[in-house]
T-cell receptor, first 118, second 114 residues
Framework: NAGVMQNPRHLVRRRGQEARLRCSPM?????VYWYRQLPEEGLKFMVY????????ESGMPKERFSAEFPKEGPSILRIQQVVRGDSAAYFC????????????????FGPGTRLTVL | AQSVTQPDIHITVSEGASLELRCNYS??????LFWYVQSPGQGLQLLLK??????LVQGIKGFEAEFKRSQSSFNLRKPSVHWSDAAEYFC????????????FGTGTQLKVEL
């Protein structure tokens, strides 16, 4: 059973370009989370998605960032008009469906995409 | 909002020595507690977790952690460190009813001297 897959592993963009980061969850997982890790910092939650639904985007910057998890295909984190401050490692995690509001489903992390903005 | 503090940014231990990595959290009740390890260029691997029950939790790779409610702590321990344990360690909390998202500490970088 393959783990969470992210591509590309490394992405270089110039200021003003768009960055598209892809995440394929583990087989059978329908929940996806995106986290950002700035240099010398821990991971910070960005967004939580289920298939075709954004459940919690409280950690997403208000502008330039968007995420989707379509019915078919990987989850996409899109950053428009990138700036140097967007340089970071972006991690995706997935978890299985089920659980309740007061339970927790373990998240499995991918290897991350390291974005460098020149 | 909940927060996680890992007071030690870097720790160096000799191979075979014992290890304790500190983690304190701020939350009004008992959160879900986790320790993850991140090797260079890799994703995060779950070492252990605490939801409820026995406050001493056993994890993979010989690690254990103890939840102390009175100190709001969840320190990670290993009795004898191996050179392959050199990595960055993150403590994280999840809030019951908080939708599964995790709040991470800033990490502790572990160096192992041979």
């Amino acid at each position: 059973n393959a783990g969470v897959m992210q591509n590309p592993r490394h992405l270089v963009r110039r200021r003003g370009q768009e960055a598209r980061l892809r995440c394929s969850p583990m087989k059978g997982h329908s929940h996806v989370y995106w986290y950002r890790q700035l240099p010398e910092e821990g991971l910070k939650f960005m967004v939580y998605l289920q298939k075709e639904n954004i459940i919690d985007e409280s950690g997403m910057p208000k502008e330039r960032f968007s995420a989707e998890f379509p019915k078919e295909g990987p989850s996409i984190l899109r950053i428009q008009q990138v700036v140097r401050g967007d340089s970071a490692a972006y991690f995706c995690a997935s978890s299985p469906p089920g659980g309740t509001a007061n339970s927790y489903n373990e998240q499995f992390f991918g290897p991350g995409t390291r974005l460098t903005v020149l | 909002a909940q927060s996680v503090t890992q007071p030690d940014i870097h720790i160096t231990v000799s191979e075979g020595a014992s290890l304790e990595l500190r983690c304190n959290y701020s939350y009004g009740a008992t959160p879900y507690l986790f320790w993850y390890v991140q090797s260079p260029g890799q994703g995060l691997q779950l070492l252990l977790k605490y939801f409820s029950g026995d406050t001493l939790v056993q994890g993979i790779k010989g690690f254990e952690a103890e939840f102390k409610r009175s100190q709001s702590s969840f320190n990670l321990r290993k009795p004898s460190v191996h050179w392959s344990d050199a990595a960055e360690y993150f403590c994280a909390v999840g809030v019951p009813g908080g939708g599964n998202k995790l709040t991470f500490g800033t990490g502790t970088q572990l160096k192992v001297e041979l």
